[in-house]
Nanobody, 114 residues
Framework: QVQLVESGGGFVQAGGSVSVSCAAS????????MGWYRQAPGKQRELVGF???????NYADSVKGRFTISRDNTKNTVYLQMNSLKPDDTAVYYC????????WGKGTLVTVSS
């Protein structure tokens, strides 16, 4: 059974930092492109960024320079470090595994107060 389980997040003040992680099981993690998406209240889900199996990263313009995605293939885990947070970053953050099949986590809420 495939599972992507996000953890971390929570409530943070603007300008602060928070880290979320996503632990995968049931997949050959190292061959998957791992992505982070977010969905703010009343908005569509959008790509935050992704990391390839070789470690190359790509970010949405809105988070470039503030967010960092990394992965540890020995722990089947992908991380999202978020710095200089803004109220507009408030959203449910979802982990995504893109490979032979596509899988989603259930999400973790990050709330940034002004």
């Amino acid at each position: 059974q495939v599972q992507l389980v996000e953890s971390g997040g929570g409530f943070v003040q603007a300008g602060g930092s928070v880290s979320v992680s996503c632990a995968a099981s049931g997949i050959a993690f190292s061959i998957y492109v791992m992505g982070w998406y977010r969905q703010a209240p009343g908005k569509q889900r959008e790509l935050v960024g992704f990391i390839t199996r070789g470690g190359r990263t790509n970010y949405a313009d809105s988070v470039k320079g503030r967010f960092t995605i990394s992965r540890d293939n020995t722990k089947n885990t992908v991380y999202l470090q978020m710095n200089s947070l803004k109220p507009d970053d408030t959203a449910v953050y979802y982990c995504n595994a893109d490979g032979p099949q596509r899988y989603w986590g259930k999400g973790t809420l990050v709330t940034v107060s002004s």
